[in-house]
């Protein structure tokens, strides 16, 4: 499968080599690079990782000589310089306003100039990138570095159309990405050229994606796909099933051959630790298996809450509430393989010893890449990695049975109460450093930055004024949310013999980063006047300070005199029902996200509003879900998305965006 993902890439860019030469040499340079990677005892150009990317580095290189020939044979016999910026356009558009119509057409700009095609396509570097997308033409060099997903996607598609790449990357497709893209346009493409810059394929790497079943997540982003349990499972069972656990992917989900795999563990500076590269049958037969009960939550889970008329978020998956998740895990310990390469993790964890070195961080890269090769990455504490209790783990095991692919297959990092980004799925290194990660994902990606700070202001040209504001995530605030009755939904209430039932029962989940304990949940069913502690249901046992497990809750409340009053007079009525947790360090949500808004769209945990409605008509324990066109009661708190939830999370495009509804009604049938 790693052939055929590679092959597709080289092969698509083959295609349209012509005008596509510089994304070509730099595809043939990463793929020749990682296709002949030597991992010390292992044989890795035969793997089929190896093999694909060594073809796709046959057809890239193939595609650079057309190109090179094709430059040759209509190249001018007079030498050119790169075309610079039209003298007569103002690229200061910060202070402008452009309308942008749900459709994602750039607005028309008849007072720019018309840049020709070929023009933009020599803007194809670090020194100048030029962009088109649908017949406007962008300068976006200075957002090189601000790029989210790291500056090689960018390079990638420089002097290009956005578009084909954009068909693929669809998270792109938000009017608010195209009204921010504005203030880089420099002019406008004649409608011919707008036609002919857009046609070619981008070669799409998720073709081999497992297949997944659209009843179980809800796509929060379809390539690379992220998804989420519908809200009211997740009170069903204390651990989520394998199938319904959320999936947070950044790239392409790799088909990994366990024969193949290989981990391989290092350190930076001399005698650091000894290098060793391990089969996943040694981690399986070398080291005592161990295994442990964790909740996973992605930094960004209620990024949506975030994203409205007043603030925008430009980093995706725009998660609505449910990417978080329990499971077991069984795998060997890091600091046992850590042992066996030579580190002596007992002294250092009790403080009798410095790491060599001046080590400091655990880096660690997935074998995960996008299309240039630039792999998956994050990196964290050694002192997490050492310690005896800390139970960080190389996991080949979720719940009893194998990792599934969309969680890992066959090595996945574990580290209880850290946040899900740090956990590297597929994971290739354990590279032991004195510095943190510099993968984009580590040190762009996941900082929090203060409610001043704005994308469009200061983060889009990276990096911001002061870096030293914007920490990186590592451990995630307490929070707690209501699951059941979920979200919009009408609750029956009708008793025997006609009278009205005079309670109604909240359950929901809870949690807090870095092994804190939840001590209590309040809940209130009237927004924030009322609170009633809730009882706490955590089938297992876990030490102070490594409750790595989430904590579900569930309340039995009696309704006011009024509200039974209403219902007997068969009215009905509303509630709004939230709750707040309290850790072991007694850290409280907060009520609103205005103190933490961020523009990364990370550590969200306001208080969760599930708006529900008792129904005096409808027998009591019926519960009818307003559920979207996805069949998910999953809404941003309060119960509405402030802009239209298309396919994938982001706004219907009509040129890309098939219909949901009938999607998942094939996909069902």
Known sequence: MFARQALAVGLRSASSAG??????????SQAQRLGRTNTGGSNYNNTSFGRGLAVAAAAATMATAVASVTKMEEAPTTTTAKPSTPATTNN?????????????????RPELPTIPLEDVSEHNDE??????????????????????GGAPRLLMAAGQDLEPFWDIYRQHFRGHVIQWMEKYRIGNLSKEDAVKARDFVHGDMFESDPKRQPQDLLPATSKPFNGEPRIET????????????????????PDICPEEYRLIVKGKGKDTIKKKIYKLQDLKTKFPKHEVVTTLQCAGNRREDLHDKDHKIFISP???????????WGGVRLRDVLADCGLDVDAIALGEKMPPNGIEHIQMEGYDHDETGYTYGGSFPIEKAVDGLGEVLLAYEMNGEDLPRDHGYPVRVVIPGHVGARQVKWVHKIILSNQESKKSYQCKSYRHFAPDITFEKDLAEWPPARLD??????????????????????????????GIKKEVTIKGVAWSGGGRKVERVDVSIDGRTSWTAAELYKPISQRYNHHWAWTQFY?????????????????????????????????????????????????????????????????????????????????????????????GGWMVDPKHDNDPRKERKDAMA
Not at 19 to 28: D, K
Not at 127 to 148: C, I, K, N
Not at 234 to 253: E, G, M, Q
Not at 479 to 498: A, D, E
């Open 19 to 28: 005008r596509r030469s510089n994304y070509v040499r730099t595809l043939g």
């Open 92 to 108: 200061n558009n910060d202070n402008k306003f452009y309308s942008i119509a749900a459709d994602n057409n750039p607005p028309p």
């Open 127 to 148: 020194e100048s990138m030029w962009f088109t997308f649908r017949g406007a033409v962008y300068d976006m060099t200075g957002f090189l570095q601000g790029h989210p």
């Open 234 to 253: 997740l009170t069903d069972s204390y651990l989520t099933p394998n199938n319904k656990f959320y999936v947070r992917n950044h790239l392409a989900v």
């Open 318 to 328: 725009h998660w609505v509430v449910g990417a978080m998740s329990t499971a077991k």
């Open 469 to 498: 504001q914007g920490p990186i995530i590592h451990e995630q605030p307490v929070t707690s949310f209501v699951c059941n009755p979920p979200q919009g939904s009408t609750i029956g209430v009708k008793g025997v013999g006609g």
């Open 555 to 647: 309340l039995t409340i009696p309704l006011s005199e009024e509200i039974q009053e209403k219902l007997k007079r068969g009215e009905k009525v509303k509630l709004d029902v939230t709750s707040k947790a309290v850790d072991s360090a007694f850290n409280v949500q907060p009520e609103t996200m205005a103190p933490y808004w961020n523009p990364r769209g990370i550590a969200i945990n306001h208080w969760y509003h599930s708006m529900v409605e008792l129904d005096p008509t409808l027998e009591a324990g019926q519960v009818q879900r307003s559920e979207s066109e996805f069949g998910f009661s999953n809404t941003p708190s309060g119960g509405h998305f402030d802009r239209q939830w298309g396919l």
